[in-house]
Nanobody, 111 residues
Framework: QVQLVESGGGLVQAGGSLRLSCKVS????????FTWHRQAPGKQRERVAL???????DYLDSVKGRFTISRDNRKDTVYLQMDSLQPEDTGVYYC?????WGQGTQVTVSS
């Protein structure tokens, strides 16, 4: 059974940082790419960052230079380091493969 479990969300002031984690089980972690998405209240879900099996990364324009996606193939975990957070970064953050999704973790940035 494939599981993706996000953690690390919370409430932070503008300008602060959070690191999200996505612990993966039930699949061959090194062979998969992973994506972080977010959904703000009343808005469509958007792709924030992705990391391919080989380590190539890509980012939503609005988070470039502030967010960093990484992976630890020994721990079967994907990370999203978020710095210089802004209120518009508020939302539920999800980790996914092409097929499977986690339950999400709430990030709230206060002004």
């Amino acid at each position: 059974q494939v599981q993706l479990v996000e953690s690390g969300g919370g409430l932070v002031q503008a300008g602060g940082s959070l690191r999200l984690s996505c612990k993966v089980s039930g699949l061959v972690f090194p062979a998969n790419g992973f994506t972080w998405h977010r959904q703000a209240p009343g808005k469509q879900r958007e792709r924030v960052a992705l990391i391919l099996a080989g380590g190539t990364t890509d980012y939503l324009d609005s988070v470039k230079g502030r967010f960093t996606i990484s992976r630890d193939n020994r721990k079967d975990t994907v990370y999203l380091q978020m710095d210089s957070l802004q209120p518009e970064d508020t939302g539920v953050y999800y980790c996914s493969t092409e097929t499977y999704w986690g339950q999400g973790t709430q990030v709230t940035v206060s002004s």
